[in-house]
């Protein structure tokens, strides 16, 4: 969990980082996260603190998620995609792009797996999920579907376009593309872009050279709704207005989760039985997200903050949800290692293990092989 503060110029900024964790207003007092950005910090910097973690996650076979939440202008899309996406501006790329290549690299120097790699971008808006990567059917409303033999714990998007990438520029290739897509065709991109949540997943699928054995993860990387529509629509409730459903209830599933894991923190947290009803069916977005806040998986907030005066008020909103984010993020890090890797039971465990063991052995195998034609040519020089 880590907030990030954009930097401003005009005026003086009212939210400062007094540390590396600790965030601090005049009147409002501190605030302690993981980690704390100051406006010095750039997207490169803080890839290196949050986003490489998850790249390494990843390959260790969790599902792993960065979730970018702020109020609209305070610098979301700036830390996802970098500083003019589609205007060929190369400094300050984002985090996605980091991530991407990133990724590419540790497939490159790793000879023991083989890898396929897909990226999907999609976008909900007024609770509809549409696909940014198909330009026919852009505007058509996918249905979400339960399939636990599917990739991220069983929730599958039906008929989203996937592509294929084999380096990280075909990968941003179609993200600028997906980017294009959220722009054109809108009346109002801004109104849109606002209270949308865009959201990219990239998909690792290793094979074990030795064993065949296949696994899939997924990073998934959001670019959520600017948070204070959330707010100030809720009140607008009773007249009907339009709600971002998926934002507020990202915010109850959170804070259900984060009062459930408190003090019942005993490895359990996501298994209903111990948690009682955690409403991931309320929204879109919590629905897509739920393997990735139950399973075996990691998330990762950056809360995105305006420290002028005038957006205090939001900003004490951002950091509520923040601290509500820290506190469940640890405990399913924590989760997945028990379960997925570290137990002694889990069926995981078990694969992990049988793995290890046959690359064991074909490593004998192969040791004997070399052990046999040194002591056979020995035998032929010897006799001959
Ligand atoms: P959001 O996506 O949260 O609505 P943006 O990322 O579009 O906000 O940021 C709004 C403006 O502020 C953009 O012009 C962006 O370039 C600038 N900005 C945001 N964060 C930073 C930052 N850390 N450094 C420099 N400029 C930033
Ligand atoms: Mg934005």
Redesign the pocket.
């Known amino acids: 969990m880590a907030i990030?503060i954009?930097?401003i110029t005009e005026m003086i900024p009212q939210w400062t980082a007094i540390t590396q964790d600790k965030i601090s207003h005049p009147d409002h007092g501190d605030f302690k996260f993981d980690q704390v950005f100051g406006?010095q910090?750039?997207n490169l910097n803080i890839f290196h603190q949050v986003g490489a973690d998850l790249v390494d996650k990843l390959f260790d076979g969790f599902n792993a998620t960065l979730i970018?939440y702020?109020?609209?202008?305070?610098?979301?899309?700036?830390?996802m995609l970098g500083?003019g996406i589609n205007n060929n501006i190369n400094n300050?790329i984002g985090i996605v792009e980091l991530c991407g290549s990133y990724i590419f690299d540790k497939t490159q120097i790793d000879l023991d797996n083989k890898y396929n790699i897909t990226v999907s971008y999609l976008e909900i808006y007024n609770e509809k999920i549409h696909d940014l990567l198909d330009v026919v059917k852009k505007n058509e409303d996918l249905k979400l579907r339960s399939d636990p033999a599917q990739v991220g714990g069983g929730i599958h998007v039906v008929g989203l376009t996937e592509k294929r990438c084999q380096d990280c520029n075909e990968l941003m290739k179609w993200v600028k593309m997906g980017e294009l897509s959220r722009k054109t065709g809108k009346t109002d991109y801004n109104t849109r872009?606002?209270r949308s949540h865009a959201i990219i997943q990239i998909k690792l699928i290793t094979t074990d050279s030795f064993t065949g054995n296949i696994r899939s993860n997924i990073l998934s990387l959001c670019?959520l709704a600017?948070s204070e529509r959330a707010t100030a629509q809720l009140e607008r409730r009773k007249e009907g207005a339009y709600i971002n459903k998926s934002l507020l209830a990202l915010g109850t599933v959170i804070s259900k989760l984060s009062v459930e894991s408190n003090g019942k923190d005993n490895g359990n947290v996501g298994s209903s039985s111990v948690m009682g009803h955690i409403p991931y069916r309320d929204s879109k977005l919590t629905r897509l997200l739920q393997p990735s806040l139950s399973g075996n998986s990691i998330v990762t907030t950056i809360c995105?903050i305006d420290p002028r005066r005038e957006a205090s008020a939001e900003t004490i909103n951002t950091l509520r949800f923040g601290s509500r984010a820290k506190n469940i993020s640890l405990s399913i890090s924590r989760k997945s290692i028990n379960t997925g890797l570290a137990s002694g039971n889990g069926a995981n465990t078990n694969e992990l293990e049988k793995d290890r063991k046959i690359k064991e052995l074909a490593n004998l195998v192969k040791e004997q092989e070399h052990i046999i034609r040194d002591l056979t040519q020995e035998k032929i020089q010897g006799g001959g």
């Open positions: 990030r954009k930097p406006p910090c750039d970018a702020g109020m609209t202008g305070s610098g979301k899309t700036y830390t500083e300050n872009s606002s670019d600017g995105t």
